[in-house]
Every structure is written in structure tokens, then in C-alpha cells.
């Protein structure tokens, strides 16, 4: 009978213990890596003393779990606010009726390329689109400065480029199409497929094959560069096409959720991410770019003011996905 | 239907609360996709030419695995319990390792290991890789169903046919036919277990049925063509089950009840070179090269790895295996009662039908069930505690244990339930004295396969965990994005040390029950 009561005891125990409720509470889901923002939650509770309930979730897995989440607890959110790793995540929840606006006083110096016009998301600390590179291997054909270098022949096989229907590669690649045009977007995927272009299964796989040598160079993020660099100091990266289109720049996005439980407590979450102290850590953690002004970072986090961004709607590039995910999808799989 | 209901009162109870709670989030969604939305017409003109060829692809896929695992998985089986092979004991527990931990995991590992040996990882990112790491993770499986099934041949059985005929016959004539339904249910469930699987095929590039449905939530965030294609795995298999029905339906079971009678082990003659051979080749496929790439890929950067690792899992330890012991506890008590439902009553076939619905469907699209059907006011004690985990645990692997469950009350003979009727022992003592007792290792093995199972799970976890609690495999994959490859190897190895050291108690605690049951063996 002991061992029975063990059991229920067990049982009770799971139940309770995770159905604590209450007001002082702050509910957020995340596509950010947990090990770069829950040391910013935790804070955000020490300081506050607002508990932090958060879901994370990862680029890795296509971020299905939180983004999927949000849509299906539509009818009785869950969440309070949304922390995302690129804008593209927020437009999606904005455009399904998801969102709320919220205009944070502190945003205000962060440049209006970077938030929502009705506010529905709020840009900060960014990333960007870059090329790592085995140094290696990448003695005899030189370092390709554009996008377009990755077609020629002594790159031919050796560039790898994650599946471009997910994550910030999807973006990049809509990016692409905003700023070329489809005709000449359209040319450039299959130049890249016709040079037999590596399709890697995410950003964190294109990495790993360069940093192991399997490929000579590959499109990825900056916080990823900077991981690959950490690991191994024959990788390079560099910011590709700085005399032409631009490199993509992808800021981290806030939103509050609409009719969500705690949205006073969201909102103080909000402000509290959208400080400059938050990009300072973030910029030190993985390597992201502040969006305000006199932030200091680390000697070797590059400025947004020495990068020619590509010069994109981030609105527009989402709808263009809309348009060209069949196109993307037979690109990938054929 | 009255008398029934008084007659399994336990059974209808287990039954109605798995359809109420986690059969109904299925329909209520499906419906509400399909026909509230209206969106069923819109989605049928989209399930084209292409995606039937790349269902047709799975299916064969999914065969082979099924195919390859149950013939190594049996043959690994007569060789570790029906010989007297040397270092059985250990490899009995050693070939089990690659079940323990989850396979995409097993996939990096072997993809990291390509590359070290090869310098090219475009063998292993296709078909053949597929079939490889599925096949190595399935055979364990494979062998202990074949394996518990062998260990309750009676050897009677086996004397005699020993004293008219060779070795060859006894396993041929004899052994194999025996054990036909533990054959058949391990191919169903590794066919089941690998047409689901997504994990693996996406992380090695190769396009598949269920990566497929991914891309359409994922990408297209297109939920009603996910979920009518998921419609279209359910059914490919009910007709798997359908066909197996007929097979099992024939088969011999009334020889494999006798447990009291012992079991027999042989001494190898000619074939133990090639057995000494197959063990040792088998072991260092499966379990040596995968395990040393992650051993070695731990200690890369020294033990500051482990410690990081160790730090970063300790939160979720409790809440883990709390969750997975106590998910194991109802998937067993659901899968117990469902095969003694089947075996006693002719609706029992629709629980089973029901078992396999979601045991089959994949875990996104169970998740999204379960999100809209729990997530309203009245159901908030469930939707933001741990019970949505354990609905969900249950709902995916209730099917394993009812089938291991009930593959052993098939193989007690009917003889022994009427003795104790007409004796005038009550239903519950039947229960209690002669059914549990010897279907007690059975009940094991499915609480074991179903903690393992439980403790791992991601698809339908990482949809479903309360917000501000963690969860093992959640943080494995959460954390495994932008961490050091040396991290994440050390994290899976912690992980594994530790399912290992649970099953080890688990195995300690049951010892005393299989004393304390051994009269019923002998007295049977």
C-alpha cells in the first residue's frame, strides 16, 4: 500500500508543483538560444522581483514549438510577450491578428527601419547575414566579397547554405528577392544550385561543416561566426556584398501578445529588453550588434555604422516570402 | 452491455478517461480544421501525384528499417537468450544503450563519425544513412520483444523436439513459429516507430512523408494540410494493423504460457564462431562507434564541459523523471488494460485502433491537438500542468505497452483462468493471483521501454511544457543551437548515465516482486 501512496504522492506533487499561479508574472516565449537569454530573464526577475515564466525554443528546431504554440493558444493566449530572433517571426504573429502594438519609451532612439510601423514589434540588438570561411581552405580560391562570387566554378561545391525554408535563411533569401528583383533572385538560386551548393539542414549545421572543413565557406549568422571562431580559430567570416546590395541586418523583435494575462508586466519586460544594458550583454554573450547609440561592446563586435545594410522593408520582404515559398520549396527539394 | 460494464468495471473506467482525454483533443481538432474552418475541400486538391510517390517512398523506407531491425533484432535475440554464449549478460544490457538516448542525437554522432573515417558525409546523408542509425536504434527494441518472447518457450516443447530432430529444426520448426507474434509485433511497431520518425531523416537531408507535414506547419504554417496529410499516415497504419491482426490471428500462442516449465539454453556447436563473430560486430556497430564519437566530442575541451553540462541539466532533472516514472505508470496501467480489453471483449479492437491512431500521428500534430482542445478556461488545471505532458506521454506510447502487454496474456493458456472459475476464485484474485504474476515481466519490460521513451520524448513535449519549468530533452535541444558540439555530447552522455542508473534501481526494485510471484511460475 506504501508504495502506492508513493505513486499518488508523485502524481499530486507534478500536478501542484507546476500550477503555480499568480499576478506578479510574466509569461514569455522565445526563439532566442536559451543559453544566451534566459541570463537576461533571471535578471529581469532579480531586479523586479516579476516572476519570469519562460518557453524557449531554437533555430535548430525551426522554432516550430513556440511560433506553432502561439498560433494554436490564439483563442486564450498563454503568453504575455514574444521575444524573437528576427523579424520575420513577429510579421507572421502581426499578420494572423496575434500582436498588440506597444510604443516603449525606450525605443525611441532606435532607428524607425527597425520597428513596426503600427508598433506591432519593436527591433533591437541585431544580427546579421554573413559568410564564415575555413581559412584553410579558402587559401587557393581567395575569399568571395558577394553573394554572386559563390556561383563561379572554384567555389563549386564548397559552399553550404541551410534549408531556405526556415529560420533567418528564409528571410535572407526573401531579403534577396526584395532587394534584386525576382528575375535576377531567381538566376542566382540556380546559379548556386547549377554549382551544387551544399543544402545543410540549419545555420548551426552550416557551422559545423566548415569549421570541420567538409565545405570551404557558408551563409550564416553573426552569433554563429563568432561561435565558430570561439571553436576554432581557423574560421573567418565577412560581410559580403559591402559594395553592392548590402549585408542583411536582422534585429532581435519584441511583441506584446494580444489579450494576454500579465500585460503590464509584459510591457515592464519590454522596456526592460529594449534598454541599451540588455544590447551591451547581448553583444558581449553572442555577439549581437546594438541598435542604440553609444552601447559599449567588446573590441571585435562590428558597428552597424560600418556595415552598408541591405536596404529592405522588413513588411514587404515578408509578404515577398509569401509569394515565393512554393518557389523555394521545389528549389530546395529538387 | 450492462453486465460488461460491471464485469470490467476498471477497464471501462482506464478506457473512457483515455478517449475523453486524449482521444477527444484528435477529433475536436480534426473536426474544427477540417469542417468548421471549411478548409477540408481547399487542402484535398493540394494532396497531389508527388506526395502520394513520397508517402509510397516512407512506406518502403520504413519497411526495410523494420525489416533489418526485426532480423538483427531476433537473431541477436536467439543468441542471447537461447544459447549460453559467452559475455551474454553483458551484451544483453550493452546493445540496449543506443534506445536510451534520442536518435537524432545517435545521428550527429554517426554523421561526426562518417567524417572522421571517411572525410565525406554524403554516404551517410541519404537513404542508406537513414537506414543505418534507424536500424541501430531499432533493433534493440526489436530484440527484447523476440527476446522476452523466447524466454517463455516451453522447454518441454524444445526436448522433444530435440530428441527426434537437429538444432536446425528446433529453431526453424519450433522456436521461430513460437515466437511469430513477438516477430510480426516488432516489425509493426519498429515500421510504426520509423514512418513516424522525423528527426532523423531531416537532420540527414532526405525528404520523407513526415518531413513533409513539418515543412507545411514550419514553413507554410499551412495547419489543416498537415493535419489531413497526418490523416493519410493514420490510415497507412490501420491497414498495417489490419494485416497483422490476420497474421497474429493464426498463430500458435496456447504453447508459450507454460512459464513454470523453464527455459532452455543451448550450448553453441558450429555456429559459435560465427555467433562470437555477429555479437562483437554488432556491438561495435551500434553501440561502439556512435558512443566513442560522443565520448570523445565530451571530453574535448576537458571536464569543464561535463560540469557546464551537468549545471545546465540539473534543474530539469526531477521534473523529468518524476514525469517520465509517473507517464510510465499510466501508460502501462492504459496498455494493461487495453490488451485484457481486447482479449475479453470484441471492443477491445476499436481500443487498439484507438492506441494506434496516436501512437502513429506525429508529435506536432498531436500537439497542436492538444493545445486546442486544453487550452480553454475550463481546462486550465490541465493545460498549465504537468498533466498536459502526462496526457500527451500516454496518448503516444499507450500502443507499445498493450501490445507487449497483451502479446503475453495471449500466451497464457485459457485452461489456467477457467481451473481458478471453476474453483470458484473470484475475478480480481484471477487477477491478482495467476494473470499479473505471470505477465509481471511483460508489465516490466513495458514500464522500462515507456519510462525510456517518456524521459526522451521532444516532438510533443517542446509543444506542451508549462512555461517556467524545463524539461531534459527540451533543454538538450534548446541548448544544442549555438553551443559547443563538446556540450551538447556531454549533456546526451549525462543523460544517458542517468536513464542508465534509474533502469538499474528499477531493475533492484523489481527483483523482490519476481521472488514473491515465482510460486505462481512453478505452481502454474
Not at chain 1, 549568422?221 to 548590402?246: C, H, R, S
Not at chain 2, 518502403?60 to 533489418?68: G, M
Request: charge should be positive.
Amino acid at each position: 500500500m506504501n508504495k502506492i501512496h508513493l505513486i499518488i504522492a508523485i502524481f499530486i506533487a507534478l500536478l501542484a508543483g507546476s500550477c503555480e499561479t499568480g499576478s506578479n508574472v510574466v509569461v514569455v516565449y522565445t526563439t532566442v538560444d536559451q543559453i544566451f537569454s534566459e541570463p537576461i530573464l533571471k535578471e529581469f526577475e532579480k531586479e523586479t522581483g516579476i516572476k519570469v515564466k519562460a518557453v524557449y525554443d531554437t533555430e535548430e528546431t525551426k522554432s516550430t514549438g513556440v511560433l506553432n504554440r502561439l498560433i494554436a493558444e490564439k483563442d486564450n493566449p498563454q503568453c504575455d510577450l514574444f521575444w524573437s530572433g528576427d523579424p520575420m517571426r513577429s510579421i507572421i504573429l502581426k499578420n494572423k491578428g496575434i500582436t498588440q502594438p506597444y510604443r516603449s519609451a525606450m525605443a525611441k532612439d532606435i532607428d524607425p527601419a527597425f520597428k513596426d510601423p503600427q508598433y506591432h514589434w519593436t527591433g533591437f540588438s541585431a544580427r546579421a547575414r554573413v559568410l564564415i570561411y575555413n581559412k584553410n581552405l579558402m587559401k587557393e580560391t581567395g575569399i568571395p566579397l558577394s553573394i554572386f562570387d559563390l556561383t563561379k566554378e572554384k567555389y563549386k561545391g564548397k559552399v553550404a547554405i541551410a534549408n531556405p525554408l526556415f529560420g533567418t535563411t528564409t528571410f535572407h533569401i526573401a531579403a534577396l528577392f526584395s532587394a534584386l528583383g525576382d528575375v535576377k533572385a531567381k538566376q542566382l538560386l540556380t546559379d548556386l544550385k547549377n554549382n551544387d551548393v551544399i543544402i545543410a539542414t540549419s545555420n548551426g549545421d552550416v557551422k559545423k561543416r566548415v569549421v570541420s572543413g567538409e565545405v570551404s565557406c557558408g551563409l550564416t549568422d553573426t552569433d554563429d561566426a563568432f561561435e565558430a571562431m570561439k571553436e576554432n580559430d581557423k574560421t573567418g567570416f565577412v560581410f559580403l556584398d559591402q559594395g553592392g546590395i548590402g549585408s542583411l541586418i536582422m534585429p532581435n523583435t519584441l511583441s506584446l501578445i494580444k489579450n494576454s494575462g500579465h500585460p503590464e508586466n509584459a510591457k515592464k519586460l519590454m522596456d526592460y529588453l529594449l534598454r541599451g544594458e540588455t544590447e551591451a550583454k547581448l553583444a558581449k554573450s553572442c555577439a549581437q550588434m546594438p541598435l542604440h547609440k553609444g552601447v559599449q561592446v567588446p573590441a571585435n563586435i562590428p558597428s552597424l555604422d560600418n556595415i552598408i545594410p541591405m536596404k529592405i522593408d522588413y513588411d514587404k520582404t515578408s509578404k515577398k516570402l509569401d509569394d515565393i515559398q512554393d518557389y523555394l520549396k521545389e528549389w530546395a527539394e529538387n | 452491455m450492462g453486465r460488461k460494464l460491471i464485469r470490467h468495471p476498471l477497464y471501462v473506467l482506464t478506457m473512457t478517461a483515455f478517449v475523453f482525454f486524449v482521444v477527444t483533443p484528435l477529433i475536436y481538432t480534426l473536426a474544427k480544421t477540417f469542417f468548421v474552418e471549411d478548409s477540408f475541400i481547399n487542402n484535398v486538391r493540394l494532396l497531389d501525384k508527388e506526395l502520394f510517390f513520397l508517402l509510397a517512398k516512407s512506406i518502403i523506407l520504413a519497411s526495410v528499417i523494420a525489416l533489418f531491425s526485426t532480423i538483427t533484432g531476433t537473431g541477436l535475440a536467439l543468441l542471447l537468450y537461447k544459447t549460453n554464449i559467452r559475455f551474454r549478460s553483458f551484451f544483453k544490457i550493452a546493445l540496449l544503450l543506443p534506445l536510451f538516448i534520442p536518435p537524432y542525437i545517435l545521428a550527429v554522432a554517426w554523421k561526426d563519425a562518417f567524417f572522421v573515417f571517411f572525410n565525406d558525409t554524403s554516404l551517410i546523408s541519404s537513404y542508406f544513412g537513414v537506414i543505418l542509425v534507424l536500424t541501430t536504434v531499432f533493433t534493440p527494441l526489436s530484440m527484447l520483444i523476440t527476446g522476452s518472447a523466447l524466454s517463455n518457450i516451453d522447454s518441454q516443447l524444445e526436448d522433444a523436439c530435440l530428441l527426434i530432430s537437429d538444432y536446425r529444426s528446433l529453431i526453424f520448426k519450433i522456436i521461430l513459429p513460437l515466437i511469430r507474434p513477438a516477430i510480426i509485433t516488432s516489425f509493426v511497431l519498429v515500421f510504426l516507430f520509423s514512418i513516424s520518425e522525423f528527426s532523423v531523416p531531416a537532420f540527414l537531408g532526405v525528404n520523407v512523408f513526415t518531413t513533409e507535414i513539418f515543412t507545411q506547419f514550419s514553413a507554410f504554417y499551412n495547419h489543416s494540410l498537415a493535419m489531413l496529410q497526418s490523416t493519410l499516415l493514420i490510415l497507412i497504419c490501420i491497414l498495417l494493423l489490419f494485416s497483422e491482426k490476420r497474421y497474429i490471428a493464426d498463430a500458435p500462442f496456447l504453447s508459450m504460457g507454460s512459464k513454470g516449465a523453464g527455459n532452455s539454453c543451448y550450448d553453441m556447436k558450429k555456429g559459435k564462431i560465427l555467433g562470437l563473430l555477429f555479437l562483437p560486430g554488432w556491438f561495435s556497430l551500434s553501440v561502439l562507434v556512435p558512443f566513442t564519437t560522443l565520448f570523445v566530442q565530451s571530453f574535448a575541451d576537458g571536464t569543464t564541459r561535463f560540469i557546464q553540462a551537468f549545471e545546465l541539466l540539473v534543474p530539469a532533472f526531477v521534473t523529468s523523471i518524476g514525469l517520465a516514472f509517473a507517464g510510465a505508470v499510466l501508460i502501462v496501467l492504459t496498455g494493461f488494460s487495453a490488451a485484457y480489453y481486447q482479449s475479453h471483449s470484441r471492443q477491445g479492437k476499436v481500443i487498439n485502433f484507438l492506441l494506434l491512431i496516436m501512437f502513429a500521428i506525429p508529435s506536432t500534430v498531436y500537439g497542436i491537438s492538444l493545445i486546442q482542445f486544453y487550452n480553454h478556461p475550463v481546462f486550465r488545471f490541465i493545460y498549465s500542468s504537468y498533466a498536459i505532458l502526462l496526457i500527451g506521454y500516454t496518448g503516444k506510447f499507450s500502443f507499445i505497452a498493450a501490445k507487449l502487454t497483451g502479446n503475453a496474456i495471449k500466451q497464457i493458456p485459457n485452461s489456467f483462468d477457467e481451473a481458478a472459475q471453476i474453483a470458484g476464485i473470484s475475478s480480481s484474485m484471477r487477477k491478482r493471483k495467476i494473470l499479473i504474476p505471470l505477465i509481471m515481466q511483460s508489465l516490466f519490460a513495458a514500464f522500462v521501454i515507456s519510462f525510456i521513451f517518456s524521459l526522451g520524448e521532444l516532438g510533443t513535449s517542446i509543444m506542451l511544457y508549462p512555461p517556467g519549468t524545463e524539461m531534459m530533452p527540451v533543454k538538450v535541444f534548446t541548448i544544442m543551437a549555438n553551443a559547443p558540439q563538446s556540450l551538447v555530447s556531454a549533456m546526451t552522455m549525462i543523460v544517458l548515465s542517468i536513464t542508465l542508473l534509474i533502469i538499474t534501481a528499477f531493475y533492484f526494485m523489481m527483483k523482490p516482486f519476481t521472488k514473491k510471484y515465482r510460486y505462481a511460475l512453478h505452481k502454474t
